[in-house]
Every structure is written in structure tokens, then in C-alpha cells.
């Protein structure tokens, strides 16, 4: 027993060693292979992935929204109260400055004149019978048939009379002029977008009849936060979008005060081309607040995850991070088409090869090539 007991363990014992080499023979073998396969692999790159570092015109922008209007706009009135007899025009006519609109009763104006008329006609009669008293006393007083103060009283009596008619000519005067009141006239040229009482209606004194608008020029009102509107500059460009349909605009006034509760400043700019649009509509679109020359890159080259931005630069076939040096943020004119770039002031030099954010995170040495349409196209931009 104890002879059998001795043979089984040595051949357990066998077994266990020729298994643990094994085992040791087979996690060595992929050391050996590995730092050659990690050494060989070349990162192939298209033209999604690399862009270049360039000098362009960068522009810095800010985003504003708000409300068309027209410049010219204007609400007819009634000057007088009075029931609207007539209203000749709904919302989308046309009309011409000095067009008459419509007509307010003026039955209690016409007597109104009328009686303004008569008590003026008594004034004027009451004057030439001061006037030849007047006269007569004074040659009264020469002849001495009465005194001189006869003669003073005379005169007052005069002065008085004249005061009085031209009193009752100014009442004259303002009866005629709220008879003319009646009449609705069209204080501008445009159309109508309101049409707010109909005839039959009595009107109060000021009471809103008609809105009319002049579409042939037409602003836009946003306001601008408070930190933002000191670079601002009269006659900037804006590009906005009014209901799909792309406008240029122009910076025309900056307001000096900022608004009480939000505390931003409103800015009007001026449409070039206001045709097809409509006072109301909502516009949204961006504004030049600066532009220069800057080398600048893509923005979404830029790499934020460390505590200084930097980039992957490719050189020599490999890729390197580099720390650059921000600017400000706007857009330009790449390849035909307007996108946001960083300028940078250091770390880069104009034609150096990038990796765009579509590349994904390669680590730092990766030994990389160009594409051919890549490399074609940086052949041609070197010649």
C-alpha cells in the first residue's frame, strides 16, 4: 500500500508539471508577438479626418431674434367724439396719404359752426357801433360838447368790441376745424392691417379706427444683452431668416438706454430687401460685431478635456498633442460654406495638418498615413 500510495503521487506530480509548462509556454507566447503587431499598425485617415490650420477672415457674430415692423406706421384716430358714419376701406387695401378714409357724423359740428358764425356776425356789429361812437365823441370833445373822459370811455368801449369779435372769430375757427375732423384722411401711404370699428359705432374722443402700415420699409427690433452691446457699431451687417427666406440687414440704431427688467439694450436694423415680407413677422439670424484676419481652425478641432486646450497635430506620420493659445470664436468661409473656427494666437503654424473631432480620440504617437485623395489634394495645395 504504502509502494502504491508513493507511485500515484509521483505521477500526479508529473502530470502537474507538464501542465504548468504548458500553461507558462503558452502566456509567454503572445509577448513575443505583440510589440511587433502594435509596432507595424498604421492608422489610415480620409478627408473627414484632418483639416489644416489657415489664415482666414473670421468674423465673431452674436444671434438676435424679434419682430418685423414697419418704419412708417400709423392709427387713425377720431379727433372728435362722434358715431363713424362711414369707412370706405377694410384690412389689405391700399391707400395714399391725404386718401379720405371714411366720415364721422357731423350733424352737432355743423350747428356748432353755425352758431360760432352768428355770434361772431354780433361781435363784428357790436365793433362798427363802438367805432362810430367813437368817432362822433371825438369830434364832440374837439368842439367841447363833452369831456375827455367821455371820449376815454368811447375808446375802451372800442377796444372791447374789437376784443370780443376776434374772440368770437377764433370760435369760428376751432368749429371749422372740428367740422373738418370729421373727415378720416390717410395721414400716410400704405396699407391696411386693422380694421378696429365699424359705421354705426359711436367713437370717443381718440378712439382707434384704422391701423395702416408702409411695408416698403421694414426694421427689425431684438434686444441685445447688456455685455454684448458695447461692441456693437452702427452700420454692421446681419444675415437673417424670415420664414425661411434668407435677408441682409443693416445695424441703423443702438438704443442709449438698457431695458428695466432684463436689463438688455434694443437694436434696430434696417432689411435691404424687405419685398414679400410682412410687419409681425418673426426673424432670426446673426450680427457681425467684429472681423479681422486670424489664423484659425475649425472648432471642432479644438480639444478641451485637459486643463489647457490643445490639438493632434500630424507630422511626420504621427500624431502629436500640441497646447495652443485661444482666441475669440466667430465663423468663416472654408471649402465654400461658413463654419465656426477658434482663432490661434499660438502653437500653429498656417498649413499645419489636424485631426478633426470625426477622428475620435487617438492617442498621442499613433504612427498614421494620408489617404490618397487626402494626399492629392495636399500636393495641389502645395503647389
Do not use: C
Not at 99 to 120: I, K
Not at 312 to 321: I, M, P, S, W
Amino acid at each position: 500500500m504504502k509502494r502504491k500510495t508513493v507511485l500515484m503521487t509521483l505521477v500526479i506530480l508529473l502530470v502537474l508539471g507538464v501542465g504548468a509548462g504548458w500553461w507558462l509556454k503558452r502566456g509567454k507566447a503572445p509577448t513575443t508577438v505583440a510589440p511587433t503587431a502594435a509596432a507595424s499598425a498604421v492608422l489610415e485617415l480620409g478627408t473627414l479626418d484632418l483639416t489644416r490650420a489657415q489664415n482666414l477672415r473670421l468674423e465673431r457674430q452674436i444671434e438676435l431674434s424679434g419682430g418685423l415692423r414697419a418704419v412708417d406706421q400709423a392709427v387713425v384716430k377720431a379727433k372728435v367724439a362722434a358715431e363713424l358714419r362711414t369707412l370706405q376701406v377694410r384690412e389689405g387695401d391700399s391707400v395714399r396719404a391725404g386718401q379720405l378714409l371714411g366720415e364721422l357724423d357731423s350733424t352737432e359740428l355743423v350747428w356748432r359752426l353755425r352758431q360760432a358764425e352768428q355770434t361772431a356776425a354780433a361781435a363784428k356789429a357790436q365793433v362798427e357801433i363802438a367805432r362810430r361812437t367813437l368817432d362822433n365823441n371825438r369830434a364832440l370833445v374837439g368842439q367841447g360838447f363833452i369831456s375827455a373822459t367821455a371820449l376815454e370811455a368811447a375808446q375802451s368801449s372800442d377796444a372791447a368790441a374789437q376784443a370780443n369779435w376776434q374772440a368770437a372769430q377764433a370760435a369760428v375757427e376751432l368749429a371749422r376745424k372740428g367740422l373738418a375732423d370729421t373727415r378720416l384722411i390717410a395721414p400716410i401711404s400704405g396699407q391696411v392691417s386693422q380694421r378696429l370699428a365699424q359705421p354705426g359705432e359711436r367713437v370717443a374722443l381718440d378712439g382707434r379706427i384704422l391701423e395702416i402700415v408702409d411695408l416698403s420699409r421694414l426694421e427689425l427690433e431684438a434686444a441685445v444683452p447688456a455685455d454684448q452691446a458695447a461692441a456693437l457699431r452702427v452700420g454692421a451687417k446681419a444675415q437673417l431668416n424670415v420664414e425661411g427666406q434668407n435677408v441682409a440687414a443693416t445695424l441703423l440704431r443702438i438704443n442709449p438706454s438698457a431695458q428695466a427688467g432684463s436689463r438688455a439694450v434694443l437694436v434696430y436694423l434696417r432689411l435691404d430687401q424687405p419685398q414679400g415680407l410682412r410687419h409681425g413677422m418673426f426673424a432670426r439670424g446673426t450680427l457681425a460685431v467684429e472681423s479681422r484676419d486670424a489664423l484659425a481652425v475649425p472648432v471642432n478641432v479644438l480639444r478641451i478635456e485637459k486643463a489647457h486646450p490643445y490639438v493632434l497635430r500630424v507630422q511626420d506620420g504621427q500624431v502629436k498633442a500640441v497646447t495652443v493659445e485661444t482666441g475669440i470664436s466667430g465663423e468663416a468661409l472654408i471649402d465654400g460654406q461658413r463654419q465656426g473656427v477658434v482663432e490661434i494666437r499660438s502653437g500653429l503654424a498656417a498649413g499645419d495638418w489636424l485631426l478633426t473631432g470625426a477622428s475620435g480620440q487617438v492617442p498621442e504617437g499613433t504612427r498614421v498615413k494620408q489617404a490618397a485623395a487626402v494626399a492629392s489634394a495636399s500636393s495641389a495645395a502645395s503647389r
